[in-house]
């Protein structure tokens, strides 16, 4: 079983919907999870991070952990067009160290509809 | 604050040829890594500096190589290329904070091997 699994999609939706991306992983020691958006020909960007069970909200994305169930999510609430990018999911097992810890999703692909 | 820069952005080789890629972190950042980006496999780790020391490697072979200088500045080389090298690489340097270590990436450099 790989460590982090997440739907490649490509997922379509139309303007206006609200968006749901998943990510599950295997090891209870993974601490730290993360959400990255990448547009085409450019390199992934931090949108959400978060270390705990439970949501963050920042604007219209929310980031949602479940500890217990090893599953993460990112919400996009009224997805717009810009929107449109392969979004990624990041965790980590320690902090503080080397980056070799931060185990990517293979990301799944929004594109959303004006 | 300038971000993470990567040069070339596009680079096209033939099978055997060696390359090297350039990073610039952005300012502060002491701590640099490197990924493999493929549609096949995702963001694959290979390495990652911090003070011009290698601090962890990933599960790549030894044509794959990488070094920091003082001024955190760091290049990766690719020797013997082959046609499974084709790949979007990624530089990305770290600023640790509460909530885990984020990585900022650059565009990345784009090389086709031919």
């Known amino acids: 079983q790989k460590e982090v699994e997440q739907d490649p999609g490509p997922l379509s939706v139309p303007e206006g919907a609200i968006v749901s991306l998943n990510c599950t992983y295997s090891n209870s020691a993974f601490q730290y999870f993360m959400w990255y958006r990448q547009y085409s020909r450019k390199g992934p960007e931090l949108l959400m991070y978060t270390y705990s069970s439970g949501n963050k909200e920042d604007g219209r994305f929310t980031a949602q952990v479940d500890k217990s169930s090893k599953y993460i999510s990112l919400f996009i609430r009224d997805s717009q067009p810009s929107d449109s990018a392969t979004y990624l999911c990041?965790?980590?097992?320690?902090?503080?160290?080397?980056?070799?810890?931060?185990?990517f999703g293979k990301g799944t692909k929004l594109s959303v509809k004006p | 604050k300038a971000g993470v820069t990567q040069t070339p952005r596009y680079l096209i080789k033939t099978r055997g040829q060696q390359v090297t890629l350039s990073c610039s972190p952005i300012s502060g950042h002491r701590s640099v890594s490197w990924y493999q980006q493929t549609p096949g496999q995702g963001l694959q780790f290979l390495f990652e500096y911090f003070s011009e020391t290698q601090r962890n490697k990933g599960n790549f072979p030894g044509r794959f190589s990488g070094r920091q200088f003082s001024n955190s500045r760091s290049e990766m080389n690719v020797s013997t290329l082959e046609l499974g090298d084709s790949a979007l690489y990624l530089c990305?340097?770290?600023?640790?904070?509460?909530?885990?270590?984020?990585?900022?990436f650059g565009s990345g450099t784009q090389l086709s091997v031919l």
């Open positions: 990305a340097s770290t600023r640790t904070s509460s909530g885990g270590e984020k990585l900022f």
């Open positions: 990041a965790i980590q097992d320690s902090y503080g160290g080397s980056q070799g810890n931060l185990i």
